[in-house]
Nanobody, 117 residues
Framework: QVHIVESGGDLVQPGGSLRLSCAFNGNIFRFLTMAWYRQAPGEQRELVARITLSGTTDYADSVKGRFTISRDRAKNTVYLQMNSLKSEDTAVFYC???????????WGQGTQVTVSS
């Protein structure tokens, strides 16, 4: 059963912007802190940003000032606005609860973000 659907990834030039969306099963996640994670080729999955139910946010140092996480509680959706994208932002982006579940737990299919000229 699908519980999380990420979308919005694309190929974009350095300096460009993208907005990712994450639609999740509200019966499971609506009261939880949600987060965006990313995994670059050959790298571990890492936390990008998180947002509590009340809207408190936190960001990885590498994306502070460039990315903004937001949440629409009525739509059970979390967004990630990404500006001033860099080649090192290239990764598959995933959405899930925070703290993250183990790798063998449920994860969505992710959405590919490629930053390249």
């Amino acid at each position: 059963q699908v519980h999380i659907v990420e979308s919005g990834g694309d190929l974009v030039q350095p300096g460009g912007s993208l907005r990712l969306s994450c639609a999740f099963n509200g019966n499971i996640f609506r009261f939880l802190t949600m987060a965006w994670y990313r995994q670059a080729p050959g790298e571990q999955r890492e936390l990008v940003a998180r947002i509590t139910l009340s809207g408190t946010t936190d960001y990885a140092d590498s994306v502070k000032g460039r990315f903004t996480i937001s949440r629409d509680r009525a739509k059970n959706t979390v967004y990630l606005q990404m500006n001033s994208l860099k080649s090192e932002d290239t990764a598959v982006f995933y959405c899930n609860q925070y703290p993250p579940p183990p790798p063998e737990a449920y994860w969505g299919q992710g959405t590919q973000v490629t930053v390249s000229s």
